[in-house]
């Protein structure tokens, strides 16, 4: 309809233009608008159409080669003569690592009881240090996953052996007041701060006990001056019991 009055207008172009020149202008350029649109409409219609059939002829084929693998497949699967030996050694892989992780779940369930007990008899600044492990073990389940019980596990001995093999300085309270800490490893511990405050720590198995001696508290005074190199190194005396 729009084609047709368009033509009609172009066929009589001065008697149009002798009522309202402006009026056909504008009804000329709507009508132009009006026919642009309906062009570009179409292209895209077609456009999409086109658009569409591509892909369905793509999904088609892309179904077709799916069937055509899983075909392969399924033969390749029959016809090979070493499939089903693959399969069983599969088989008894999995079954091998099951038994491992059953395996390890029973090991870090038994020991876990006896890691905690000896984490009581460790010291406070190692203590400290295994905070992370000693909340995994705590909070470990036989149902749970054993391999971040087991690093804990790990984790904790490694560390406290090296705090065995080194001397500790650290500062903690004891007598009411805040001392100075030498560890000798995980054997003993001797302690000073003002006014004659000096003992001994020795682990036992429900944490580290701790004894006054204030005879000690010169010689512990020396011993950590040289230790902060306020003096040079000297033979210093003092007792250790090893249980």
């Known amino acids: 309809m729009l084609r047709t009055s368009f033509i009609f207008l172009l066929s009589f172009p001065s008697v149009f233009a002798q009522q309202n020149d402006s009026g056909i202008i504008e009804l000329r350029a709507t009508i132009s608008k009006i026919v642009d649109v309906q062009v570009i409409e179409s292209k895209e219609r077609l456009a999409w159409e086109t658009r569409r059939q591509e892909l369905g002829k793509l999904l088609q084929l ?26 069983a050694e599969i088989k008894v892989k999995i079954e091998a ?49 054993p391999r971040a019980a087991l690093r804990s596990i790990i984790a904790l001995l490694g560390k406290a052996e090296q705090f065995n093999r080194r001397f500790t300085r650290t500062t903690e309270v004891r007598e009411g007041q805040e001392v100075g800490v030498l560890y000798l490893g995980l054997a003993q511990a001797f302690y000073a701060g003002r006014k004659d405050k000096a003992g001994i720590g020795q682990p036992g198995p429900d944490g580290w006990t701790w004894k006054v001696q204030p005879e000690i508290h010169s010689e512990l005074i020396n011993t950590f001056e040289i230790l902060d190199q306020k003096q040079p190194p000297s033979m210093v005396t003092l007792p250790l019991e090893i249980r």
């Open 62 to 87: 892309h179904r077709q080669e799916l069937v055509f693998l899983d075909e392969e497949l399924g033969e390749a699967g029959n016809s090979a003569p070493a499939h089903a030996e693959a399969t």
């Open 97 to 145: 690592l099951k038994q491992a992780r059953r395996l390890t779940s029973e090991a870090v369930a038994r020991n876990i009881p006896r890691i905690m007990h000896l984490a009581k008899s460790l010291p406070e600044p190692l203590t400290k240090e295994l905070e992370t492990e000693l909340a995994t073990l705590n909070s470990w389940q036989p149902s749970d996953e």
